[in-house]
């Protein structure tokens, strides 16, 4: 994956961006301007990425909005499938919207995505000077795993992942759990619904920041912390 021209090219982009990063900071705060680059370049990230995040939250809402509408129809024609779906695409339709309006969004940035998370696991190849770097007495390089095996965690991976833990449990009440609960009471007769062990997935970030570098560690709390940030504010902001 991370060989492919396309991604390749990004990786050099993000490394150079750090490197640029990297070296402004360092008169000012040597110790840790690599990982503050890396802070930086996330946040710079998820900047540009930000009409990405509006178009998902206008697509909840607008699935909030006819809802109702798709549940009286997937109630009335559950006997014709083809009825069904042809009445439902009507409902999008009139809504200006469509069954894939918050995924289509997602496919975006995913090769940024996979461009900063290649860098930050040293997937780029070579000797990546980034994760030579430190950042609370670690290399941005190292991770929990090996540090642990005969020695004691360095603090920096137990503060990681307790923030980390605390933004997935933010995640999971106040993003996942409403959506759950929202599909319920709109839910059709039979209708398969999401498994509430589902909600607990963005615990996961918590578990795989044991075992990546610290920089991509890094990038997983800083990039969660904001797309929760920006799910909240977006909700509030933008008219249903």
Not at 46 to 68: M, Y
Not at 76 to 91: I, T, Y
Request: aromatic fraction near 6%; charged fraction near 10%; include cysteine.
């Amino acid at each position: 994956m991370y060989s492919l021209a396309p991604v390749a090219a990004a990786m050099d982009l993000v490394s150079s961006a750090l490197a640029a990063l990297t070296a402004l900071l360092t008169p000012a705060v040597p110790a840790a301007a690599a990982g503050l680059s890396v802070v930086l370049l996330t946040v710079g990230v998820r900047l540009l990425l930000v009409p990405v995040g509006v178009s998902q939250v206008r697509a909840e809402k607008v699935r909030a909005r006819i809802a109702p509408e798709l549940a009286r129809i997937g109630s009335q024609h559950r006997d014709d499938p083809q009825k069904m779906v042809s009445e439902q695409r009507r409902v999008y339709a009139e809504a200006g919207s469509s069954p894939f309006a918050g995924c289509l969004p997602a496919l975006v940035q995913l090769p940024v995505v996979l461009a900063l998370y290649g860098v930050f696991i040293g997937a780029a190849g070579g000797d990546e000077p980034l994760l030579s770097h430190t950042f609370g007495g670690v290399e941005l390089g190292a991770s929990l795993g090996p540090l642990s095996q005969g020695l004691a965690p360095e603090p920096v991976f137990a503060v990681l992942i307790a923030l980390l833990a605390l933004v997935a449990w933010a995640q999971r009440r106040y993003v996942m759990l409403p959506t759950v609960r929202a599909n319920a009471a709109t839910a059709v007769e039979g209708q398969p619904q999401i498994p509430g062990f589902l909600t607990y997935m963005p615990y996961a970030t918590a578990v795989i920041a044991a075992f990546v570098p610290l920089a991509a560690g890094l990038y997983l709390l800083v990039s969660t912390a904001w797309a929760l940030g920006e799910r909240l504010v977006l909700r509030r902001v933008l008219p249903d």
